[in-house]
């Protein structure tokens, strides 16, 4: 197992504690995050 992507922890826990405090779906704050900082390609 690789901890390449171990800074997405905390990301992840904020992102997911913020989606739910506001009521937006959390893929809202988590598509960019995921575009920007892993450099995953945008699909449709």
Same mark, same amino acid.
Do not use: C
């Given at each position: @197992?690789? *901890?390449?992507?171990?800074? @997405?922890?905390? #990301?992840? *826990? #904020? $992102? !997911? +504690? +913020? *989606? +739910? !405090?506001?009521? $937006?779906?959390?893929? +809202? $704050?988590?598509?960019? #995050?995921? $575009? =920007?900082?892993? %450099? =995953?390609?945008? %699909?449709?």
């Amino acid at each position: @197992m690789s *901890a390449q992507y171990w800074f @997405m922890l905390p #990301v992840a *826990a #904020v $992102i !997911a +504690t +913020t *989606a +739910t !405090a506001s009521g $937006i779906g959390g893929v +809202t $704050i988590f598509g960019p #995050v995921f $575009i =920007l900082a892993l %450099r =995953l390609p945008p %699909r449709k």
